[in-house]
């Protein structure tokens, strides 16, 4: 049983969706618990999978722990997995008394974890990292080593059926070079960041670059600090979007892995971010992108200019980029996921 709680669709439930579909193609019994209406809800319907609907009210919703608790037993579940931090709560109370099934928890965030004796010390067989960034701050948050495994998030072939012209669409001049940001917008993933960035670039760099936001409120039209800017909104064809870029400025303040520098990667579009998190763990600095030391905006911008006027360069590491990518694959996650259960399941 994979149980999320969240109601919008980002990195963590297409983590779930494409765990959830490749257990259940190669012969497991799989059921996703998550809200009702939620994206991951319908896309695992329309993947063809069981679903359960469930909206927790609270991080401790016994209530609905006792609900997940009948569905396990019917469900006759050998594992639970928690994907998130609610879930991960449910997850331990449903464990209380009347122990049936396995839990295993995956830790997405490279921040410290809190309340470690209360969440962390008891309940859980196995706890997956996404990163070794995440489980080495889970360990100097007090969490046992040996408890915590390892497996990478991965994404599958990206799938391009029409790759978007920005210049054309927006009217750009064609010595554009067009930059891009992808995901959540919000001040951790850097959003805020990009007004200081632009204001470091010299007049020419700025006069030839334009910006491309992925998964903000789509707002159309915009400026920072004389960056022309387009923001998207959510593309459901994000593949096509992300392909039409020449960079990726990913200036997050925290990152688990970074699936969407993975995805832009395997496209073929270098990215520039700080290194934080996983992010040292996906790119490699000066061959398939570029890393910054954390907050050093003056760094960024300088990388981001050179990047912009040197296409011979952009050229070299989005091949090397490509490469990369294909460390990070879906099938590995999947089938390193399954061991995980195997050596839970065998105590």
């Not at 046992?144 to 210049?167: E, F, H, L, M």
């Not at 096509?240 to 699936?259: I, K, N, Q, Y």
């Not at 073929?268 to 290194?275: D, L, N, R, S």
């Not at 200019?305 to 490509?322: M, N, P, Q, V, Y």
């Amino acid at each position: 049983m994979h149980v999320d709680s969240g109601r919008s669709w980002r990195g963590g439930q297409r983590q779930v969706l494409l765990l959830a579909t490749g257990l259940h193609d190669r012969g497991y019994r799989t059921l996703v618990v998550a809200p009702a209406g939620s994206p991951l809800v319908q896309r695992a319907e329309r993947a063809g999978l069981p679903t359960y609907r469930l909206t927790l009210r609270g991080e401790w919703d016994v209530r609905r722990a006792r609900e997940l608790r009948a569905v396990a037993r019917e469900w006759r579940a050998d594992i639970i997995h928690a994907h998130d931090a609610r879930s991960h709560t449910i997850g331990l109370l449903t464990q209380l008394f009347r122990r049936k099934a396995r839990l295993v928890v995956t830790r997405r965030v490279a921040f410290p974890p809190k309340r470690v004796r209360l969440k962390y010390g008891w309940g859980v067989d196995t706890f997956i990292a996404i990163s070794e960034a995440v489980r080495t701050a889970m360990v100097a948050a007090g969490v046992a080593a040996n408890r915590i495994q390892v497996v990478y998030s991965g994404i599958p072939t990206p799938q391009v059926s029409k790759q978007r012209d920005w210049r054309r669409e927006r009217g750009w001049p064609e010595d554009t070079v067009v930059c891009g940001m992808v995901g959540a917008m919000t001040r951790e993933k850097g959003i805020d960041a990009i007004t200081a960035i632009a204001r470091r670039l010299p007049a020419d760099v700025l006069s030839r670059t334009r910006l491309v936001l992925l998964g903000g409120k789509g707002k159309g039209e915009t400026l920072a600090a004389g960056l022309e800017a387009f923001d998207a909104g959510f593309v459901t064809e994000v593949h096509d979007a992300v392909a039409g870029l020449d960079l990726l400025w990913h200036p997050a303040r925290s990152e688990g892995l970074g699936t969407a520098v993975i995805d832009a990667m395997a496209l073929g579009v270098p990215p520039i971010a700080f290194a934080v998190g996983g992010l040292p763990e996906v790119i490699q600095d000066g061959e398939s992108g570029v890393l910054i030391p954390a907050g050093d905006i003056d760094a960024f911008a300088a990388a981001a200019a050179r990047l912009i006027t040197d296409a011979g360069l952009r050229a070299r590491l989005a091949e090397r980029a490509r490469k990369r990518a294909r460390d990070f694959d879906a099938d590995a996650m999947i089938e390193r996921t399954a061991e995980v259960y195997k050596s839970v399941t065998a105590g």
